[in-house]
């Protein structure tokens, strides 16, 4: 089995890249959606949130208030750590045991899709990653257009994160898409018959 990363910048094309990749035949795990499946009510992580910010953080239907939490992540960093430290070493935990459930399936070609690769350290165990960067007014006007956010919503999301050139240090491959779905679908080919290759 090859096992292969994925990450990017925010709305700099990775879900985009990853779809690319399902049509070739790659089965694609989403960080972003083991992340949701973890806090679902009553599983650990939802039960742990609540234990530590109370059920404020909850809507009526006992689900997480997202936008609460959002919110409360951006104005203070300590909320973000308390979270990240629930959240994160469980979304690795299933990650590594749906990675392990496909190579038992017998699957060739599995892509783990996550943002916050470099961030969690998870270039350390799994190689290699490929960087989807674009430039950031590409990147801007992608956010903007997708999920119309105001600036200082731009801004919060984009200063949340590690640098594009740290990204690009250490990322083992890295696709420029600046351009259109086409070209970035001719990239995503290329690059995967390269990896397999070796
Ligand atoms: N090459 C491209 N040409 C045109 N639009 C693109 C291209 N690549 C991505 N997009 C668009 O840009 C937006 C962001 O892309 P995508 O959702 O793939 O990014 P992402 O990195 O997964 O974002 P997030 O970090 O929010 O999950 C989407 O609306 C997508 O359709
Ligand atoms: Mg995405």
Known sequence: MKLIGLTGGIASGKSTAAAILRRLGAQV??????????VQPHQPAWE?????????VLQ????????????MVF???????????????KIRRLAQQKIANC????????????????????????????????DTMTQRHRLQQRDNLTQSEIEEHLGAQMSLEEKRKLADHIIENNGSLADL???VEALVKTILAT
Do not use: M
């Open 29 to 38: 795990i989403d960080a972003d959606a083991l992340a949701r499946e973890i």
């Open 103 to 134: 190579a038992a399936a017998g699957v060739s070609l599995v892509v783990y899709e996550a943002p916050l690769f470099f961030e969690t350290n998870i270039h350390r165990w799994l190689r290699p990653v490929i960087l989807v960067a674009c």
């Open 185 to 187: 679908e001719k990239k």
């Open 75 to 89: 104005a203070n960093p300590e909320v973000r750590k308390q979270l990240e430290a629930i959240t994160h070493p």
């Open 60 to 71: 009526a239907d006992d689900t997480l208030d997202r936008k609460k939490l959002r919110t």
């Open 48 to 56: 742990e949130i609540v234990e530590t910010f109370g059920k404020d």
